[in-house]
């Protein structure tokens, strides 16, 4: 048999699940796009590598190379749009 949970529980339970969210990390060597200064050079967990161009909620890029095994993919190179929380490793 189901409980009822009344308008004030499932309020509580809403406010609480909100203040505990995890704090994400990228993994060891990435850094997130986010991070990056404007203008540098990255390359992503695949291979695929570019230039950010600007970064805001979302991260507006230049991918200059795709990787062989993704050559169906290749009109994908040029300007994109991309989470601006993409795990990259940045290129010096």
């Given at each position: 048999m189901r409980r009822k949970l009344s308008l004030k529980?499932?309020?509580?339970?809403?406010?609480?699940?909100?203040?505990?969210?995890p704090e994400l990390k990228p993994a060891k060597g990435f850094k997130y796009l986010k991070d990056l200064p404007i203008g540098s050079l990255f390359e992503t967990y695949f291979g695929t590598r570019g230039i950010l161009l600007s970064c805001e909620t979302n991260a507006r890029v230049?991918?200059?190379?795709?990787?062989?095994?993704?050559?169906?993919?290749?009109?994908?190179?040029?300007?994109?749009?991309?989470?601006?929380?993409?795990?990259?490793?940045?290129?010096?």
């Open positions: 529980k499932i309020n509580k339970l809403t406010e609480k699940a909100l203040k505990n969210k230049l991918i200059t190379n795709i990787p062989k095994r993704y050559d169906e993919l290749e009109s994908s190179k040029g300007k994109a749009i991309i989470g601006s929380e993409t795990e990259v490793k940045e290129i010096k």
